[in-house]
């Protein structure tokens, strides 16, 4: 009896592995691609803020260069006049409030970078975590029914030995 119900045990415990198997497989593969999906988008946005951060700078280097020529600062030949010291004052105000704008303007850009990032983000990621509980869950599954298997194994071969007959004639 213990021959047939290993047998029938290591069959069983045989087809839980290779199902469970191939669940991981497939949980790793998804797991892999949604990753590599968090990756990408990480990388893209992380472009598109560097891309916006120099052309923030570029546009206030322009706005200063701008207001020095409309002052009379800087002369038709790019070169910087010789100021006065109210004409400073004047330069010096200007450029703070050019500087306090482009702060706040990269500020607001910056929080919404931050909350586009975080509404793309945030589903990939809790698929991807939902993901790797899976995968954990498989991989405690798999090593519970290897166990069982290998259990089976040995109770079938503990039972094959019980149905040997004895030739020795020791009864």
Same mark, same amino acid.
Do not use: C, H
């Given at each position: !009896?213990? $021959?047939?119900? +290993?047998?029938? @045990?290591?069959?069983?415990?045989?087809?839980?592995?290779?199902?469970? #198997? %191939? *669940?991981?497989?497939?949980?790793?593969?998804?797991?892999?691609?949604?990753?590599?999906?968090?990756?990408?988008?990480?990388?893209?946005?992380?472009?598109?803020?560097?891309?916006?951060?120099?052309?923030?700078?570029?546009?206030?280097?322009?706005?200063?260069?701008? !207001?020095? $020529?409309?002052? +009379?600062?800087? @002369?038709?030949?790019?070169?910087?006049?010789?100021?006065?010291?109210? #004409? %400073? *004052?004047?330069?010096?105000?200007?450029?703070?409030?050019?500087?306090?704008?482009?702060?706040?303007?990269?500020?607001?850009?910056?929080?919404?970078?931050?909350?586009?990032?975080?509404?793309?983000?945030?589903?990939?990621?809790?698929?991807?975590?939902?993901?790797?509980?899976?995968?954990?869950?498989?991989?405690?599954?798999?090593?519970?029914?290897?166990?069982?298997?290998?259990?089976?194994?040995?109770?079938?071969?503990?039972?094959?030995?019980?149905?040997?007959?004895?030739?020795?004639?020791?009864?």
């Amino acid at each position: !009896m213990g $021959f047939l119900s +290993g047998a029938y @045990g290591k069959l069983m415990a045989g087809k839980l592995v290779r199902d469970l #198997q %191939y *669940q991981m497989t497939s949980v790793q593969s998804r797991l892999r691609r949604v990753t590599r999906e968090v990756g990408d988008m990480e990388k893209m946005f992380q472009s598109q803020e560097r891309n916006l951060r120099t052309q923030m700078q570029s546009q206030m280097q322009n706005s200063s260069y701008a !207001m020095m $020529f409309g002052m +009379g600062i800087l @002369g038709n030949n790019g070169q910087i006049q010789q100021m006065q010291n109210d #004409q %400073y *004052q004047q330069y010096m105000m200007n450029q703070q409030a050019i500087q306090q704008q482009f702060a706040m303007a990269q500020n607001v850009w910056q929080d919404m970078f931050e909350m586009q990032r975080e509404s793309a983000l945030q589903p990939l990621k809790d698929l991807e975590e939902s993901l790797q509980t899976e995968k954990d869950n498989l991989e405690s599954r798999l090593k519970i029914a290897q166990a069982e298997y290998d259990a089976k194994k040995e109770e079938e071969k503990a039972g094959v030995k019980g149905m040997t007959p004895d030739y020795t004639g020791q009864g």
